[in-house]
């Protein structure tokens, strides 16, 4: 590949711009999908919304999880000291 190439396509670009009809053209094509982007986009936020949700819930049920385990270990420490005092009397 030419390293000049994309040089040369450039200066093409700066000593022709482009004309009106190419420009209502490319604003007419993209019209469409700017509308359809649009459309979308209460999707799109509502998408993220509950992906966000989603890793709330994910968050508070590790951490319940996280609790209820170290809530359990205590009650069997306790329990072991327990029997323990006992079989010792």
């Known amino acids: 590949m030419d390293p000049t190439s994309d040089k040369q396509a450039e200066m093409f670009q ?46 508070e049920r590790l951490l319940r999880a996280f609790t209820l385990k170290r809530r359990a270990e205590r009650a069997s420490l306790k329990a072991r000291r327990a029997i323990a005092s006992v079989v010792m009397q």
Do not use: K, W
């Open 14 to 59: 700066i000593t022709n711009p482009p004309t009106a009809e190419a420009r209502r053209n490319a604003v007419l094509d993209s019209a469409p999908s700017r509308s359809n982007h649009m459309q979308l986009m209460p999707e799109a936020l509502a998408r993220v919304h509950m992906q966000e949700r989603l890793q709330e819930a994910e968050h």
